[in-house]
């Protein structure tokens, strides 16, 4: 029998995470039964979803919900061999048997030398954010000016890297100068650190004085409300996230942005990576052609230890991190 850890939702988040909303616990594992694998985590996502996701789809004494590259190391399943890599929902776990139903194998070919830790980032559900909510809902063309914020994260720094590719002028912010350096590094057209400049909306008109044809949307509040008054004449905005939004005890009011969305004609929709999800194995080959042609950088910020996933997770969550946060176990 093989022993797992597990990180416990004990208490719905009230604000702000803090340590007393996990508990760690230990189970002994039974064997696969048929058609079942028995999987150890290798790397664990920790992601800015997992905070309103858990409101709504998760109970309290359930393991955290979350997204794994596990190895199979007892297999009762032919298509899952022992020694294979899969992606698997399987939360906050060290190790877990399940059916196999929902794990999807690492790509065949994934190059030796490339981490397969990027299976859940650049070359993984962000990546395929990125690249969705900009293809299939803001349909962006070359030449057109892009804005995006959290532009450091792990979603928003493949938007404006595959915008570039795209022949895109893009304009990236973020929350510190090790931030917006690290967009001009990735090529970025115009960086802003929206908390030192002294206005948001002179910073925004100064970057791109025309106005923005898009804006790929990750953290809502006064941001957003800033930025939809900049908005072309029939612009469009793809709504990924509102990481601002996220650990509010009361929920934020106005400015509502209607009358303008009407006066420009705007176009607003919210999205998630799921519905395209028939997509995904030709999508994961363009992001790692991409990765390998040297057009997609992929920085991680990892934390070593599942013992530390509460902690990364409520650093995330304070922008701690540049890039993909990843637990290495």
Not at 9 to 22: A, C, I, Q, V
Request: proline share 5%; aromatic share 8%; net charge negative.
């Amino acid at each position: 029998m093989v022993q797992a850890k597990a990180w416990i939702l004990t208490k719905h988040f009230d604000g702000f995470p803090n340590e007393s909303n996990f508990e760690l616990k230990l189970e002994q594992l039974p064997e696969p039964k048929d058609g079942e694998v028995l999987l150890e985590a290798v790397f664990l996502s920790v992601d800015p979803y997992m905070r309103p996701f858990s409101r709504v789809r998760m109970n309290e004494g359930e393991v955290m919900i979350g997204t794994q590259v596990a190895k199979v190391i007892q297999s009762n399943n032919a298509a899952f061999p022992v020694g294979s890599h899969v992606v698997g929902r399987c939360g906050w776990r060290t190790h877990t048997i399940c059916d196999a139903t929902d794990l999807v194998p690492v790509m065949a070919d994934w190059p030796e030398d490339v981490s397969l830790s990027l299976a859940l980032g650049a070359i993984g559900m962000p990546g395929l954010t990125a690249l969705y909510g900009l293809e299939e809902v803001l349909g962006l063309q070359a030449g057109e000016t892009l804005l995006v914020n959290a532009a450091a994260g792990a979603v928003g720094s493949v938007v404006g890297q595959i915008a570039k590719i795209k022949g895109c002028r893009v304009v990236g912010s973020a929350g510190t100068d090790a931030k917006v350096a690290f967009l001009k590094e990735l090529g970025f057209d115009r960086t802003i650190n929206y908390k030192s400049v002294g206005s948001l909306d002179q910073a925004l008109r100064e970057a791109a004085p025309d106005g923005y044809d898009c804006y790929f949307e990750n953290v809502g509040g006064h941001f957003s409300s800033v930025a939809v008054q900049q908005m072309k004449n029939f612009g469009r905005i793809a709504v990924c996230g509102g990481i601002s939004l996220y650990n509010d005890t009361t929920p934020q009011t106005g400015p509502y942005p209607h009358l303008t969305m009407i006066f420009k004609q705007l176009k607003m929709e919210g999205f998630l990576v799921t519905r395209w999800e028939h997509k995904h194995p030709e999508s994961l080959k363009r992001l790692m052609a991409w990765m390998k042609e040297g057009k997609l950088q992929c920085r991680e910020h990892i934390t070593e230890g599942f013992d530390n996933m509460p902690a990364a997770f409520m650093g995330l969550l304070q922008g701690e991190n540049i890039g993909k946060a990843i637990i290495k176990v």
